[in-house]
């Protein structure tokens, strides 16, 4: 969900993750994020942009508004 979805924070990724039945609280999104360096929105981009390049990936819109949003600060 890092890389789908860079923009969301661990409160809207717990929620997300729950839809799927998959039952984590969002301190638990952040303990992960963190073991992984991914803790911030601009690290996630970064991980994002790398893939990116490595794999030739074709954004998803929440991709590229979040890809946007980054462009504007």
């Known amino acids: 969900m890092a890389i789908e979805y860079p923009a969301y924070g661990q409160l809207r990724v717990s929620n997300e993750l729950k839809k799927q039945g998959i039952l984590i609280s969002p301190g638990g999104v952040r303990s992960i994020w963190l073991r992984h360096n991914l803790e911030t929105f601009k690290k996630r ?10 794999e030739n990936l074709i954004l998803t ?3 590229i508004i979040a890809m946007e949003r980054r462009k504007e600060n």
Do not use: D, G, S
């Open 45 to 54: 981009l970064m991980l994002l942009e790398e893939k990116m390049a490595k």
């Open 61 to 63: 819109e929440a991709q």
